[in-house]
């Protein structure tokens, strides 16, 4: 079944159920001015809010459209009332369309399922590239410097989600998070082995030095 991220920052839409449609599973998932808390699965999809704590939804837009993982997302613009001004600024900051707040599960994913026929057949970035480090999306594959690093799937998208976010330390929650299996207390404990299996991985190509731990706090990828 394919996964579709639904990314919003509104904190309680964030929590909203998942909704399977055919053979794809919608989920909706947090975005914070830092970038996206979790995978972007399939063609990611974005409600912006036009206030928010942080920094304006106009910045938040500019700095998905920078972000290589969000820069190919439809990114929708909720605005707090129907401004012809408003709408113009959230069009040139890079939305591709916008609508009046507040929008429920239901009014998210009308809009999204409006148009998910005609972009499901568009394609996601299929390598991602850190130096040496190559990952490719769609295989499931990473390799450093050439050489093939096994990996099982869920190590495979830890491995992602930790490249996508170098250099930061990421807990164990998070990285549950990250792989949607938030809701099983079990998967915290899971995490050690998903590192473990990693960290062999890595030590096999000579790239054990990209993975670091920081005790009490959670992991690092060291990437330049």
Known sequence: MDRISIFTTNSEAARFADFEHGS?????????????LSLANGNAWVFVDWVMDRLSGLEMIRRLRADPRMSEAHITMVLEEDDPEDRRRALKAGADDY?????????????VLALFAQRH??????????????????????????D???????????????????????????????LGKDGDPDYLRTVDVWIKRLRQG????????????????????DLI
Not at 24 to 36: K, S, Y
Not at 125 to 143: K, S, T, W, Y
């Open 24 to 36: 794809a599973v919608f989920r909706f998932a947090a975005l914070t001015p830092d970038g996206p």
């Open 148 to 178: 093939l690093i096994d990996l099982r799937p869920n190590e495979f998208r830890v491995l992602r989600f930790m490249a996508e976010n170098p250099n930061r330390v990421l807990s164990r929650q998070e990285l549950v998070d990250a």
């Open 99 to 111: 609508a009046v707040g507040p929008l429920g599960r239901q009014g998210m994913l009308d809009r």
């Open 202 to 221: 890595l030590r096999d190509v000579g790239a054990e030095q990209l993975l670091r731990t920081v005790h009490g706090k959670g992991y690092v990828l």
């Open 121 to 146: 057949c568009v394609n996601q970035p299929q390598m991602l590239e850190f130096g040496d480090l190559q990952i490719n999306v769609a295989g499931e594959q990473a390799r450093w410097d050439g």
